[in-house]
């Protein structure tokens, strides 16, 4: 069974930090980019950071440059998403998604999916 599982998530305050993963069971990840996407009740989902197969191009949305930083371990079939200084507006339900080929900014070229993990920012 191919899956992705986030984990990492959780209720911190303001400032604080958080290190998601995204695990990949099932298949490899070193041909699959990955986006991480976020979305919040009532919103849209919004793309906040991606990474190349290889990863040596990464992309960030404004919204989060300065604080996120995307990186993998193939090795370990992982990515992860290093996310600082945390703002209340980042709360959202986190979600890695992987394609074949380059990283694309819709979601819908994305062909696996997670289930999410939460972030809540909360003082």
């Known amino acids: 069974q191919l899956q992705l599982v986030e984990s990492g998530g959780g209720l911190v305050q303001p400032g604080g930090s958080l290190r998601l993963s995204c695990a990949a069971s099932?298949?490899?990840?070193?041909?699959?980019?990955i986006g991480w996407f976020r979305q919040a009740p009532g919103k849209e989902r919004e793309g906040v950071s991606y990474?190349?197969?290889?990863?040596?191009?990464?992309n960030y949305a404004d919204s989060v440059k300065g604080r996120f930083t995307i990186a993998r371990d193939n090795a370990k079939n992982t990515v992860y998403l290093q996310i600082n200084d945390l703002k209340a507006e980042d709360t959202a339900a986190y979600y890695c998604?992987?394609?074949?080929?380059?990283?694309?900014?819709?979601?819908?070229?994305?062909?696996?999916w997670g289930q999410g993990t939460q972030v809540t920012v909360s003082s």
């Open positions: 990474i190349s197969s290889s990863g040596d191009n990464t």
């Open positions: 099932g298949f490899t990840l070193d041909y699959y980019a």
């Open positions: 998604a992987a394609r074949i080929g380059f990283y694309s900014y819709y979601p819908r070229h994305y062909k696996y």
